[in-house]
């Protein structure tokens, strides 16, 4: 199964804007694109979600080119409370199989 | 709206016992939730999918002897590891997808499991 890769870590000071890309080869024709938020010990909470071009809502903005190969997560003026680790999910086509596959996970840590 | 909860939160168990964990949607049917494993500095892996009323859909390599799963209602789902082992330590998380598409998952909280 082709894996949907991620950085392993990123880090940032508090107001920069911050990128994460997600590559995710095998996407599904008709599936979304998910980000998810995750904080140790703690169960994912839903970020952003978009098919294709660019998706903005109050915390997040998601950009998916034309191939949507990948997407990148892009969040505005990041504050120390957006520590964590973020993550993509796909559906990704294997062997005639659809499957929903959470990407690696990019640990973001926000410096003061 | 749209919250999922699970109990315990943590547990410690005996080698050799069996745990159940709970997964319950407060205020919203679920027909299907989501079983996932974590272990630690690592992503989710889904290991099952529950389906109310009918058997649970497990992923290759997930043993559905050794991880049972019962969808007994629209708001309960239940993972049973039986004759866990110290690699079943992990953190099992449970979800049930929002209503446009199942990318957009509710997540549980989490629950603990440590086999001594």
């Known amino acids: 199964l082709a894996k949907t890769t991620q950085p392993i870590s990123m880090d940032s000071y508090e107001g920069q804007e911050v990128n994460i890309t997600c590559s995710h080869n095998?996407?599904?024709?008709?599936?979304?694109i998910t980000w998810y938020q995750q904080f140790p010990s703690q169960g994912p909470r839903f970020i952003i979600q978009?098919?294709?071009t660019k998706v903005t809502n109050e915390v997040a903005s998601l950009f998916i080119p034309a191939d949507r190969k990948s997407s990148t997560l892009s969040l505005p003026r990041v504050s120390l409370s957006d520590t964590a680790v973020y993550y993509c999910?796909?559906?990704?086509?294997?062997?005639?199989?659809?499957?929903?596959?959470f990407g690696s996970g990019t640990r973001l840590q926000v410096q003061p | 709206g749209a919250v999922v909860s699970q109990h315990p939160s943590w547990v410690i168990c005996k080698s050799g016992t069996s745990v159940k964990i709970e997964c319950r949607s407060l205020d919203f049917q679920a027909t299907t939730m989501f079983w996932y494993r974590q272990f630690p500095k690592q992503s989710l892996m889904l290991m099952a999918t529950?389906?109310?009323?009918?058997?649970?859909?497990?992923e290759q390599g997930v043993e559905k002897d050794k991880f049972l799963i019962n969808h007994a209602s629209l708001t309960l789902s239940t993972l049973t590891v039986t004759s866990a082992h110290p690699e079943d330590s992990s953190f099992y998380i449970c979800?049930?997808?929002?209503?446009?598409?199942?990318?957009?998952?509710?997540f549980g909280p989490g629950t603990r499991l440590t086999v001594l």
């Open positions: 978009g098919y294709k």
């Open positions: 979800s049930a997808p929002g209503t446009y598409s199942y990318n957009e998952q509710f």
């Open positions: 529950s389906n109310e009323g009918s058997k649970a859909t497990y």
């Open positions: 999910l796909v559906g990704v086509e294997d062997t005639g199989r659809r499957a929903l596959t």
């Open positions: 095998n996407i599904a024709t008709n599936d979304y």
